[in-house]
């Protein structure tokens, strides 16, 4: 019988939570089966005693597991590994062996695609509002603080270097921190040769469309799904297999369903929240999928764009940190919690993947910005990104808290949603009795921009009548007249 | 008879010297036909009464059209325009027609690929000494300047917009900073529509590429080429056509002969300095070329990789001043005047092609990034850009001199080799009795690393035996001590 006491150890100082550490612990036994599905654990009296930490810590890191769908209560029973947890064995995925397939690329037409531009440049004055689908707040970007640096590092003689032909895969310090920063924050376990540097997730996402799926490979995505990935696979010349999505992310037996009749190369996923609907994949589905992925040999796409951005529970760890198997793609960036412009992200991946797509980023643009690039990099180390995050966090967590209450109170006839745990987005389901074309029209007869193009989300017609709606750009004086706005619409309909 | 007194139009105070506007004008009546093959040119002393200017400006002109081919003297019998050149006729070039073709990417494993990855952060120091194929001193990049005008740019309230998420195209004042600059440096006639920001030269070969030699398209390139460019070409699904290069650069007439038995959607030229022999492309083969294009309707990529850096005359505008038909895609960068790690870049072409460009561009990284873009936006507009150049052309010139000097005087025995007109290499052919893979493994021996790897130079192994000696990364006294220590090598053989 697996005994708590002699495998757990907390290191009290650490700058990980003491409940954080059991959490990580205790899915780690149980994604490697030491503690088996239906195991009934220790109570929180007994675990507190044997452990020698505070019972809150242990009732804090159940909790926490539980809203992860890691463990679950059973009224007068106690409480128990989830019973539904598949398991995953560690094997080695062959990524070359993928990337063999010979590759040619579909058609695919510029000048036919949707045009995609959005004028995201107007002000949020309270001139023209725009409730756009999810964007940070630049006006709270450390802009002067970036300049600081950036002009620091130009004045050192011993960063000139950092001027002429720098690595592909990035600037070496920024790697460096990264893996520390990365395994620290996400639980992971990778080292610098796991890393390459982007501009931000959009180049992770293209590099690994293009290095995957040429030659008409599929690729498995939610049946609502982030268009700009959609059309970065379709360009890349894949084929998109759509599966279902509910209340817990993508439907992974479905996943399953198609891998049974066809070969897949890979599979795309934003697991912490999905895009658009904000929902989060389960616990049980994130192990399904990992087996599925050994089972089939197909890569994940885990495009992890707001693992910095919850609000209630610590945030689920990515698909990267169970992957024992080499076969997740883990694409995230900084732009979100610095500025959509300063565009710099990381993909994580097995190392020969990761020199794939270094040698394909040096025909693109050869390689990143290296003094901002460096600047970041003093940033982690300094912990000046760690205290911006927590910040901004904190003042989207209260925009998101009025904005939803507002939404509640004010609107509830025509609209229903949920809180969303995490993000910078509401996915709101509009009444179906109207109409988001009469309604954004409307709406901007009292200036209010409602989201870019609802069309985006319903790619399918299936008439599901849900938009995003971004709350993290608006302070909370524009969150209240933007409401106000909306109230009006409703009321002269 | 075409009057040159009542069609030039001289203007004194014009940030253009009075004998390039006249070459300028001159060239434009060539190119339109007001002045035909074969016409007589008026005597330097009659043109200098005619247009009211010192005669020393005719001759200066005269000698500039001479050496760019335009014009040529027969002794005794006076000045004519060249005999050969061929005629070009505005006519629009259809590129969604050309883009239309159904896109479908060949085979290109970038496992079996060599290894491009070059090693540059080594310091020039005397420790080791890098013959590099012609990069620029990033040692004289003016670091500090754009670190203050960075940081300024952070500090301003105003510009906090730049900090979301901006236009496709790139940051509007860079864009409308650049029509008139390369209006004024290139002979170009573009507007903003014209202009995508690109990071770098190669970003702008990447999207050309990507939109014109899907599904096997042939591109002609030269016999000897820039490799990052035929890999780029292979990596896009394009096929490559060779044809030989001389003195005169390109094999035009090879060209044809290709355009006769095949369909050619695009010709690669880096016309100003041919890479690698640095050879300049002939006005009468620039024509023909133009012609030809219109003829087979195929486009032009102008990698004007070098344009910055000439030192006889003045520079030989691009094959995009003399495109009337929107067959020329124009592509250069900053990366070689300011630094090779702060990439910004441009493509010019018409306007149609460039929203393609943009929207490939989307879905690659988004965009640029937009402070570094509004610091060079800032450069041009105060001129500094300028002032930096000539600093480095002087700079680089003395280093060409000292550099073809010694070569010449010490190691003349083994070496054949032009003076460069511009760039930053010479070209240099080993006397085929030795063998580089000798010379450059002594060569490291004494601490000298000499061109990355000749190979390039020679993928089909033709045996040429020519390399890129790079002259422009080197201070003088680190070329003293490069050349002292290459005598070594051969001393010692």
New interface residues.
């Given amino acids: 019988m697996f005994s708590f006491k002699s495998n757990i150890t907390l290191t009290r100082g650490s700058s990980r939570n003491l409940y954080l550490q059991l959490c990580d612990q205790v899915i780690s036994f149980i994604k490697s089966g030491k503690i088996p599905p239906s195991t009934k654990l220790p109570s929180s009296r007994k675990l507190s005693e044997d452990l020698h930490v505070h019972r809150k810590t242990i009732i804090a890191a159940y909790d926490e597991l539980i809203s992860q769908g890691w463990i679950e209560t059973i009224p007068s029973r106690g409480t128990f590994v989830t019973s539904s947890l598949p398991l995953v064995q560690p094997k080695k995925f062959n990524f070359?062996a993928l990337?063999?397939i010979?590759?040619?690329?579909?058609?695919?037409?510029?000048?036919t695609?949707p045009?995609?531009?959005?004028k995201?440049?107007a002000?949020n004055s309270l001139e023209t509002l725009i409730i756009d689908d999810g964007?940070?707040d630049?006006?709270l970007?450390p802009?002067?603080e970036?300049?600081?640096i950036?002009?620091?590092?130009?004045?050192k003689s011993y960063?000139?270097?950092?001027?002429?032909?720098?690595?592909?895969y990035g600037n070496t310090e920024l790697r460096n921190n990264l893996v520390s920063y990365l395994n620290e924050t996400r639980g992971l376990n990778v080292s610098m040769d796991n890393i390459l540097i982007?501009?931000?997730s959009?180049?992770g996402?293209?590099l690994a469309s293009q290095?995957l799926l040429?030659n008409k490979n599929r690729i498995i995505t939610g049946s609502t799904n982030y268009m700009?990935a959609d059309?970065?696979f379709t360009?890349a010349?894949g084929i998109i297999e759509q599966v279902p999505t509910d209340n817990d992310g993508l439907d992974t037996i479905a996943v399953e369903k198609i891998c049974k009749i066809k070969k897949i190369s890979a599979v795309y996923v934003t697991s912490h929240h999905h895009h658009p609907t904000t929902v989060t994949l389960s616990a049980k589905r994130r192990m399904h999928l990992l087996q599925l992925a050994q089972q089939y040999n197909f890569a994940i796409i885990e495009d992890d764009y707001d693992y910095d951005f919850h609000y209630s529970n610590s945030p689920i760890l990515p698909l990267a940190s169970n992957d024992t198997n080499g076969n997740v793609i883990y694409i995230g960036g900084f732009t979100k919690i610095i500025?959509?412009?300063?565009?710099i992200g990381y993909l994580i991946a097995p190392k020969d993947f990761v020199d794939?797509a270094?040698?394909?980023r040096?025909?693109?643009?050869?390689?990143g910005?290296?003094?901002?690039e460096q600047t970041l990099a003093q940033m982690i180390h300094t912990g000046d990104i760690q205290k911006h995050c927590n910040k901004v966090v904190k003042i989207y967590k209260a925009r998101r808290d009025l904005f939803c209450l507002l939404l509640k109170e004010k609107l509830d006839n025509y609209f229903d949603f949920e809180v969303p745990k995490g993000g910078m987005a509401v996915w709101v389901t509009l009444n179906k009795a109207y109409n988001w074309d009469i309604i954004c029209s409307k709406a901007k007869a009292v200036q209010l921009e409602v989201t870019p193009d609802w069309r985006r989300y319903d790619n399918d017609n299936s008439g599901h009548n849900g938009i995003r709606m971004g709350f993290a750009s608006l302070n909370e004086e524009e969150i209240h007249e933007a409401i106000n706005r909306l109230v009006t619409v409703f009321e002269k309909l």
Same sequence: chains 1, 2.
Avoid at 102 to 111: H, L, M, N, Y
Avoid at 150 to 155: A, E, G, L, M, V
Avoid at 362 to 367: F, S
């Fill in positions: 070359s990337n063999n010979a590759k040619e690329k579909s058609g695919f037409s510029f000048v695609r045009h995609l531009l959005r995201l440049n002000k964007i940070p630049h006006r970007a802009n002067e970036i300049g600081r950036y002009r620091n590092i130009t004045k960063h000139k270097n950092l001027l002429t032909y720098g690595s592909i982007t501009r931000g959009q180049m996402i293209y290095l040429t700009t059309n970065t360009e010349g500025a959509p412009a300063l565009r794939e270094a040698r394909l040096r025909i693109i643009d050869r390689q910005d290296t003094i901002l």
